[in-house]
């Protein structure tokens, strides 16, 4: 059976040849940074399973590296690489040359994905234990993109040690933009923890006036957005502010219709999501991809469609939960 | 109750707003929350690296890696480009728009992670649109280079936010459901997402809208600075660099 750990140490061997290559080229902080990503990846499945089992010390070790990539991102030692221009002439010359199949490698991540995804019902009625039932679609796209792997090193007659030096090159091109997703869900873990959810839906309900059916929408919206903006997830904003907001006002005072405002309310957290630099992955990682120098460049292009979005929530959740 | 952790939300904020390495911020707004709420510091080690660890899939994305950056060397975002140039009636705001319908409705099947920044938006959309936008406007200068690639990213964020929470199988419908059966309100997780509908459509036509304002911008500034520079418009369509790139399109 192909597990979900097997996805995370290829992802470590990765990282563990970006440590490598950096290495070779004296980028040491660098080097440093995948190194211990990789660890992280290596052992995560034996992390989780001694704090399940009451050993805390490998999680321990794991939190400490946390805190020692964060000083190496913040001490400003890793060099961004960019996409230089270099070779231009050559990438036109084999553009040229390969033409439209070159697209052929790049559609493989979402064809195979697909195909995959559509067979597995068949697989599971045949009792065939090819995919790990946990993260089974995480899996799905590792063999996607394995498969995408192979069929771009064959179009350009690439061995293994090019697909890692290049997918190298790519990991210092977003240097610590791509660890900042998972320390932000780590972030939010803390902040559950720690109660500071609470402390916000305790402020927030405090802070408006209950007889106002308007005014509590506003609040809950708001309080959603408000709240996904600090975290930079909507998934943790929303048992929090729904507790608080949503169902001793909207639902236990005003009879709101339950569906529409956990369908409504969650994606006026996700409006909040386009506005904030805390969702890393989708508004941070992409700044880096792209190479754009403006960190805050994709927040710039969203925000209006999140503002008016929100007004719209606002009105639909008004008009559709009190029929 | 103790309000002291919220210390760490302060931390973040500050943070950002001051542009220090965000990397750092987060993990010393992580300690600062977790000392104030009075967790003891190995608990709060092995939190930090408990939390870190079992949110590994968040990086699963790495793996697109090395195919993309081999298709580079190799030229495809060139191919993308000129494949673009060849298509005369697919214009700036008609590519995005098409790819927002699309990822809406493929993640409305539940199929989010076929395209994404790795995946889709760096090596095909982004200099998809930027050829295409230069077939308005051929001297792109790098600010609207720069606007038109975040463009990009930002229809595909939407794309995917406002298509997902229509899948009912999707984690946010399935967290809605088990929350307000926690609270002991029983639903149907078809009724949640339905529910999602109107917004995934006002969005669709928002963000429709936003490019194709984004396009007479490109379009009004090109003119403008024609004026500036004393260029009569008619001409344009037989601006030099247009005719090669179609045809170096036609191979």
Redesign the interface.
Known sequence: MLRIEYVYWLCAALFLAASAFDAASRRYASAAFWAILSACFFGGDAIEAAAAAGNALPAQLGGIGVIALALIAGSGALKRRTTGDDDLPQRRASAERLGNRLFLPALAIPFVTLALVLLLPYLKAANLDVFDTRQTTLVVLGVACVTAALAAMALTRATPVAAFREGSRLLDALSWAALLPMLLATLGAVFAKTGVGDAVAQIVSAAIPTQSRDACVLAYGLGMALFTIIMGNAFAAFPVITAGVGLPLLIGQHHAHAAVVGAIGMLCGYCGTLLTPMAANFNIVPVALLELRDPNAVIRAQWPTAVVLFAANLLLLDWLAFR | ???W??L??AI??AG?AW??????V??????A??L??G?AV???????????????????I???????????????????Q??ILGLRRLTFARLLIAYLGLRQIVSML??????G????????L?PMAEAAAGKIDPALDDNER??I??????T???G???GE?VFIAF???L???A??SQ?A?E?DPR??????L??AI??FV??AL?IAWFQRGIAKRMQAGDRARGVVPEHRDESPRVAKDETDAA?
């Open positions: 109750m103790n309000y952790p919220l760490g939300v973040v904020v950002f542009r220090l390495n965000p990397a750092l987060v993990v010393v707004a992580g300690i929350s977790g104030l709420a967790l190995p608990d709060l080690l092995a939190l930090l690296g408990r939390s870190f660890v079992s949110n590994r899939t968040l990086l699963v790495v793996l697109t890696l090395p195919t993309i950056g081999l298709l580079e060397r190799a030229g495809l975002r060139e191919r993308a000129a494949w539940g199929l989010t992670n076929v395209a920044h790795a995946q889709t938006v760096r090596p095909l982004a720069e606007r690639k975040a463009m990009a990213a930002a595909d964020n939407v995917l936010f406002f929470d984690g946010g419908v967290l809605i459901q929350f307000f609270h309100i639903m009724s949640i997402a339905i529910w999602a109107p917004t006002a969005a928002i963000h936003r191979h």
